[in-house]
């Protein structure tokens, strides 16, 4: 029957259906529904593991003894993986191993919008790329039968659109959210075959990997001239269009009548396929998101194409960009309207910004107060970075904060300074640096804001939240013995909806000449769905200060007389009531106590 | 069909429910939206599209046919990607952004979100989503309001409609959810207005 999946629906079922029996990975948009999904199906182990590196040794281990694994990320997430990446690479594995990495064009929940087409490259891996939620689904079998037939890693790639899109899948089963038992592939028991020159790569058995592995991608250039998931589409054989993944889609309504050579595997690439296009068409076009990877293997073959110099190499396709861009280059007549035609109001932004009630707030304004140079982290904690807040200066990557402080108090910056971090992103990466802090005689503070959840992705386990991904209870790690093991002596835990005690030991830490950590505990109001009755303003009392305009809450807003709060959309937090200073705002319960 | 709304209001479910009518129906059927920052306040949109073939998960500017604004400005920020003579149906709602609380920009009156969007040829209707889902006693009903108003204008029977409500929502809001549904449909009724919009991107 034919259901509606996202792609990140498609691959878990397409996981489980081709007999995966682990799954491994870190929360991460737009990946993290993967491992959600796959985690539901029955006769399979998943984990969140705290870091993608963590996951994909894990899935490594699963695999050398012959289990099928997938291993999820986001694209930055390879980044910290590809240590691990490489070495896989290198030693092949008995069970099939399936990375599905997202990249995110557009940035629309990163930091940054890496191709990470050129890690296949890198690493010497094939990377296959879906164009739609059935593809998604036929990829992830296709992926396992390569990396046991060739022993080697396989990487999938998807990307934001194609993750979070819904399309038509044909699948079996009653009412097909549950596959047919017999469909699902069986694997035999596990077992580790020892086999120390193959999975040991110190250098005398590394030296004897490599031109395996060169060989080894020889060979599956052949496979790609062969096998179908590489197509040629016949056209009216004007224009040639190389394209893979959702680019397809946006091609195959601005060039309805192009040929086109459509891949399903973009490394490596088929050269007599690439050849076979350019002999039946008149001009070749590539149209890929990000960075010119495909047309600079087109081009090496000396066959001539375009690219770049048409479509854009930053953000993310859409129909009308890719029209437009074909319009200017010539290669269709008519662009899509220009959507400002007519528009000359300038409306209202709406930036996401820290949810009503949520207990970072209290952080941010402390140190918005104290002035502190706040080097940040990845979260939900990030949009402490945005007015009115405006309370963190830095923030580049999972983990960097800890470890740029560090180096700012080394060159002796004057500024109270100090690191913050989430409960999750401290587990992820952070434990090091805060290492180096003591190993190194570092005087910096770090502020660990422990919400008990990775918030952020949308509420999953971590190894704080005392529960495991496939829902079973855990011991939670104990984040303060956990720092005073590291050897913090000054560490204290505090409530951050109590304004009074935060202010205070925030001082008394910043102004301390040793190392030092501050747990910032409350469990996420969102997650927890605690609530309590709405604030209420005293207009009376009011001076109009504007004090709880500036915590950036979005149920509070200026009016003529004073300030309103939404009933509607307000937690009953009652920060706004701990910071006004003429007590004119009434919490009947507020989280402080 | 575009939905664009803020976060919390229901968008997702409500585009489910669009899509999966349209595949009930026996179209192709793509859907999209980017829902990372959604629980946050932000601005959140969703493609829908039926057709015989559905290539692009995205609308192509200029070819949305229905606009269904959950929140006031946000419908008047996607009039830029609307077809000629395109439906915007609006829920006579409003969530101030940010810098309207804190009294640095001014939000914009009715008028002039009507302006904005019949100067890009949209016709507008306004609906008291908010106003009957407040009545049935849950906000985040406002949604589905305003689906039961598009379904009179769109080629797909009530049969559809319902079953999948009752399929897609939980057990204990099915009711609810109906209701809010035929809220939506029994004003468009009363108004006597013409149906004839069938075509959809």
């Known amino acids: 029957m034919k259901k509606l999946m996202t792609g990140n629906e498609a691959f878990a079922l397409g996981a489980y259906l081709s007999g995966a029996k682990v799954g491994t990975g870190y929360p991460g948009t737009p990946s993290t529904e993967i491992l959600i999904n796959f985690a539901r199906y029955p006769g399979v182990y998943a984990e969140w593991s705290p870091n993608e590196k963590v996951a994909l040794d894990v899935g490594v281990g699963a695999a050398y003894s012959g289990s099928r694994v997938i291993v999820t990320t986001k694209h930055v997430g390879l980044n910290v993986a590809a240590d691990s990446l490489f070495y896989a690479s290198y030693t092949g594995l008995k069970g099939g191993l399936v990375i599905i990495n997202a990249d995110d064009p557009e940035m629309h929940s990163s930091q940054n919008e890496q191709d990470n087409r050129y890690y296949a490259k890198f690493s010497k891996v094939p990377m296959l790329e879906p164009a739609d939620s059935q593809e998604a689904l036929q990829f992830i079998g296709t992926a396992f039968e390569i990396s046991e037939a060739f022993d080697t890693p396989v990487i999938v790639r998807t990307n934001t659109r194609l993750s979070h899109s819904k399309s038509v899948v044909e699948v079996s089963g009653e009412d097909g959210s549950k596959a047919d038992p017999e469909e699902v592939s069986t694997r035999d028991e596990a077992w580790y075959e020892r086999n120390i020159p193959k999975y040991v790569m110190v250098p005398g058995f590394a030296r004897r990997r490599h031109p395996v592995v060169i060989q080894r991608l020889e060979k599956l250039a052949d496979y790609a001239e062969t096998n179908p998931i590489n197509q040629i589409l016949p056209g009216n054989g004007k224009l040639g269009v190389i394209t893979a993944g959702v680019a397809y889609q946006y091609a195959r309504e601005v060039f309805p009548d192009a040929n086109y050579l459509k891949l399903g595997m973009v490394y490596p690439l088929p050269v007599d396929l690439v050849k076979k296009l350019a002999d039946q068409v008149e001009r070749v076009v590539v149209v890929e998101e990000l960075e010119p990877f495909i047309e600079e293997h087109v081009r090496l073959l000396g066959i001539p194409v375009s690219g770049k110099e048409v479509f854009p190499r930053c953000g993310e396709f859409s129909p009308e960009k890719v029209r437009g861009s074909a319009a200017k280059a010539g290669l269709v007549e008519v662009s899509s309207p220009d959507g400002s035609v007519g528009i000359t109001a300038q409306l209202p932004a709406r930036p996401p910004m820290l949810c009503p009630g949520c207990a970072h707030r209290g952080i941010f304004y402390a140190l918005q107060r104290v002035r502190a140079v706040v080097f940040g982290d990845i979260g939900c904690y990030t949009l402490g970075a945005l007015p009115p807040l405006s309370a963190m200066h830095t923030c580049g990557c999972m983990g960097a904060g800890v470890g740029v402080v560090h180096g700012v108090d080394k060159v002796g910056v004057k500024d109270r300074t100090v690191a913050v971090i989430g409960d999750s992103t401290f587990f992820h990466s952070g434990i090091p640096p805060a290492i180096n802090v003591i190993y190194n005689r570092g005087i910096s503070t770090i502020i660990i804001l422990d919400n008990r959840v990775t918030a952020m992705t949308g509420h999953q386990e971590n190894p704080g939240s005392g529960r495991t991904l496939q829902k079973e209870g855990v011991k939670q790690v104990n984040i303060e013995r956990l720092l005073r093991g590291i050897g913090f002596d000054k560490v204290d835990v505090v409530n951050p909806y109590d304004f009074a005690e935060v202010l205070r030991v925030l001082k008394d830490h910043l102004d301390a000449d040793e190392p030092s950590a501050i747990v910032a505990r409350y469990p996420c109001v969102l997650f927890t769905r605690e609530r309590k009755p709405s604030c209420t303003v005293d207009l009376e009392a009011c001076n109009q200060c504007g004090n709880c305009l500036r915590i950036g809450c979005s149920p509070i807003s200026k009016v003529a007389d004073g300030v309103s709060i939404d009933p509607a959309l307000c937690n009953g937090c009652g920060f706004c009531a701990e910071i006004c200073p003429r007590k004119a705002i009434n919490a009947s319960g507020g989280n402080a106590n | ?201």
């Not at chain 2, 969703?46 to 995205?58: A, E, F, G």
């Not at chain 2, 009715?110 to 040829?121: A, D, H, L, P």
């Not at chain 2, 985040?140 to 039961?148: M, N």
């Open chain 2, 1 to 201: 069909m575009l939905i664009a709304g803020v976060g919390g209001q229901g968008t997702i479910l409500a585009s489910d429910i669009l899509a999966e009518v349209g595949l009930q129906c026996g179209y192709d059927v793509k859907k999209s939206e980017v829902h990372g920052m959604s629980q946050r306040g932000g601005a959140v949109e969703s493609h829908v599209r039926w057709s015989d073939k559905v290539y692009s998960p995205q609308i192509e500017t200029g070819k949305v046919d229905f606009l269904l604004g959950f929140e006031m400005l946000e419908a008047a920020r996607w009039a830029k990607v609307l077809a000629p003579g395109a439906v915007v149906l609006i829920n006579r709602h409003r969530v101030s952004p940010p810098s309207v609380n804190l009294g640095m920009e001014t939000y914009p009156g009715e008028g002039e979100i009507e302006k904005i969007i019949s100067n890009r040829g949209g016709l507008v209707h306004w609906v008291e989503g908010t106003g009957i889902a407040q009545e049935l006693g849950n906000q985040t009903l406002a949604g589905v309001v305003l689906l039961g108003r598009l379904s009179l204008m769109l080629d797909a029977p009530e049969e559809a409609w319902l079953s999948t409500i009752s399929r897609l929502v939980p057990e204990k809001f099915i009711d609810l959810n109906v209701l809010a549904f035929k809220a939506g449909r029994k004003i468009f009724e009363a108004k006597g207005e013409s149906i004839c919009e069938t075509s959809v991107s």
